[in-house]
């Protein structure tokens, strides 16, 4: 799990190819000390051992989703 503070393009990396593994990824909101959190979980593919499993977690604030959402925007064109 992990709080995400800041979103920064990688720059000099690239993709080199789609990865193949394909799984879920479901949200959550929670309140928490007066600030909404976003929390984005991804769980295990079929090929894992344990298929859907809770894998990882990401949480944002409103200022880090906000980056998310600008980054969103700046790629792939999303209008207001």
């Known amino acids: 799990m992990a709080f995400v ?3 920064q393009k990688d720059e000099g990396r690239e ?3 789609i990865h193949p593994t394909q799984l879920v990824c479901k949200y959550i909101v929670a309140h928490q000390n007066g600030h ?3 929390q984005l979980n991804s769980y295990g593919s079929d ?3 344990v298929p ?3 894998s990882q ?3 944002f604030d409103e200022s880090s989703a906000a ?3 600008a980054v969103l925007k700046a790629e792939f ?3 207001d």
């Open 47 to 49: 090929v894992r051992d």
């Open 57 to 59: 977690t990401l949480q």
């Open 36 to 38: 909404r959190i976003l």
């Open 77 to 79: 064109g999303f209008g």
């Open 15 to 17: 993709i080199r190819s």
């Open 52 to 54: 859907g499993k809770l």
């Open 5 to 7: 503070k800041q979103i």
């Open 67 to 69: 980056q998310l959402y």
